[in-house]
């Protein structure tokens, strides 16, 4: 075998689950080609990563989904990785290059973990050589990411791998979860507390009221059809029971209807079961999917972490001897798509906390609310309404901008694929959609099958549209948290510590992350540090995208006790 790396070479470690009870760490060159590897007993590896750690190396591993909960619960960190599972997605479909990564279902994510797992459990697999299997694959990764024109599809990756691992440490520490502020808030909104099996007394008052008007003492209000026939009966053609259908309508039963459905939202998502179930030691700790939507956003798979409502921010409560900092972007995907498209008018626009603000003064509209649904029109796609009137306003403005988005959409209503600024390609159409089109270009095709293949066109078009911007917005979060992870990891120890964030305990830590807002859990001493940290983070993350473009990326950041605003 050849040397280990030089002091200056970036030191990669491919580490295997390579049978029962044990690990192979295997040091390779920037290629995947080995150089040496040990055997390292499981009871061991704990404090064998902690040792290699200080060289600093990216990991080569399966998935931080499989090992880093494991590692984590025992103490130990890994600061870099390249996350095979991650990246696979990312390579297999991009069209940054001529040939992607040929897909296989060994490496598509699994279901996230429920709970995280006993320290490295084994992971029954069909591999005859799991070594191998990594390192092949790691190697035709590092095949495609070298084809690329650019670094962009390697910053992507190693953002994406980045956002796994704090995936994992974002549930290992927690969300700090005030049970009395919430239980609270339930009380005071639902009403006295159900016994098992009944309705808060809020609830109990809305439904019968509800009833009385719509006639029917018996009536189930959660069975929709059963609702919908005794809304028709009274004279509320409804087509369903959704709020913005309900609304259209004038009747005294809309009132009290509108207020029980959202009442029984709260109830279901976040009522006292989802307490007992995912708040333990003033703790939330849901399951994130790290690119779990298709644009690169990341997606809940336990205890809805995405939908926490605004009324329950105020139970998000730092530790004592600790505070929250809460930072969130002002209109990142517009801000993204100026940037993307070079559009200097639209960066001008940005400058400052409100972009709405800013279209208004360019002269393209003549209301910050016309502003708001032309931009957001712009960038769904919408052909009707306010912002069906109001887009092309903005084509005149933002030509550039506004080129990009329309240009992504014409690809997508003729079936092609688009991809962000770092290289994340869309989906290509369905067999369906392919079908559709081809039936409606036949001689003999109807007016139907072609008002029908348009309008799934021009649906797919809106899908791409959005895509560029909102997968674009979503590489520069990657990076805003992998830049904020970093920078928390230099701030010195906690005075006070804060015991039930496990491994985080006594260090300022990322808490929670949505889209584009992040809450970080910090000792008193350290909150302005961290406060300079995230904006840092930000401007840094900015830079890495568009260099030297001048496009503002604002945020509103608080330091406070509570989440709530």
């Known amino acids: 075998m050849t040397s280990p790396p030089g002091p200056?070479?970036?030191r990669r470690?491919?580490?295997v689950e390579s049978g029962p009870g044990r690990f192979t760490a295997i040091d390779v060159d920037e290629a995947g080609r080995e150089r040496q590897w040990?055997?390292?007993e499981r009871s061991v590896l704990a404090e064998w990563v902690r040792d290699a750690e200080r060289d600093n190396p990216r990991w080569i591993i399966r998935s931080a989904r499989e090992i880093y909960p494991g590692l984590l619960s025992a103490g130990a960190r890994m600061t870099r990785t390249h996350d095979l599972m991650l990246s696979h997605a990312i390579l297999r479909d991009t069209a940054a290059v001529p040939h992607p990564l040929p897909p296989s279902s060994d490496w598509t994510s699994r279901e996230p973990i429920a709970e995280a797992p006993a320290l490295f459990d084994v992971v029954e697999r069909a591999a005859a050589d799991p070594v191998a299997e990594v390192l092949d694959q790691y190697r035709a990764q590092r095949q495609v990411i070298g084809a690329a024109a650019d670094g962009r599809l390697g910053l992507l990756c190693a953002a994406e791998s980045a956002g796994g691992l704090v995936a994992e440490e974002l549930r290992a520490a927690g969300l700090p979860w005030d049970v009395a502020t919430h239980e609270a808030i339930l009380t005071e909104t639902l009403g006295t507390?159900?016994?098992?099996g009944g309705l808060p007394s809020r609830m109990v008052e809305l439904g019968d009221r509800v009833r009385e008007l719509l006639g029917d003492p018996q009536l189930h209000l959660d069975s929709q059809p059963r609702l919908l026939r005794a809304l028709h009966r009274v004279g509320v053609h409804a087509e369903s029971t959704g709020r913005w259908e309900l609304a259209k309508y004038e009747h005294p039963v809309i009132e009290p209807l509108l207020a029980y459905k959202k009442l029984s939202r709260l109830l279901s998502a976040n009522g006292w079961s989802w307490l007992a179930e995912w708040v333990h030691e003033n703790r939330f700790r849901p399951v994130y999917i790290t690119g779990g939507v298709v644009t690169g956003r990341w997606a809940s798979s336990g205890g809805g972490a995405l939908q926490v409502p605004?009324?329950?921010?105020?139970?998000?409560?730092a530790d004592a001897g600790w505070t929250l900092v809460v930072a969130d972007v002002a209109q990142l995907e517009p801000r993204m798509l100026a940037a993307m498209a070079r559009d200097e008018a639209m960066a001008t626009a940005a400058r400052g906390a409100d972009l709405y603000a800013g279209v208004v003064e360019s002269g393209a509209v003549s209301t910050?609310?016309?502003a708001k649904y032309a931009v957001l029109g712009a960038m769904y796609g919408a052909t009707t309404g306010d912002s069906g009137r109001l887009v092309p306003r903005l084509r005149k403005v933002y030509p550039r901008a506004m080129g990009l988005v329309d240009d992504a959409a014409r690809i997508g209503e003729d079936g092609g694929i688009v991809s962000t600024w770092l290289g994340r390609s869309s989906p290509r159409p369905s067999d369906e959609w392919n079908s559709v089109q081809s039936q409606a270009t036949a001689a003999d095709a109807d007016a139907a099958e072609v008002a029908l293949a348009r309008r799934r066109a021009r649906d797919w078009g809106r899908f791409?549209?959005?895509?560029?911007?909102?997968?674009?917005?979503a590489e520069w979060s990657l990076i805003w948290l992998a830049e904020i992870r970093h920078r928390l990891r230099q701030l010195p120890q906690a005075l006070t510590p804060a015991p039930a964030s496990g491994p985080f305990a006594r260090e300022a830590h990322l808490a929670f992350f949505l889209h584009d807002e992040v809450i970080l859990h910090v000792p008193e001493e350290c909150a302005d540090a961290a406060a300079d940290a995230v904006r840092d983070a930000a401007a840094v993350a900015t830079r890495r995208l568009f260099g030297s473009f001048p496009i503002d990326v604002p945020l509103d950041l608080r330091i406070a006790l509570t989440a709530a605003k």
């Open 193 to 196: 507390r159900p016994i098992a």
């Open 368 to 370: 910050r609310e016309e």
């Open 464 to 473: 791409t549209r959005n895509f560029v911007v909102q997968g674009t917005a």
């Open 13 to 15: 470690i491919a580490l």
């Open 310 to 317: 605004r009324s329950l921010r105020p139970a998000v409560r």
């Open 8 to 10: 200056r070479e970036e």
């Open 38 to 40: 040990v055997t390292v």
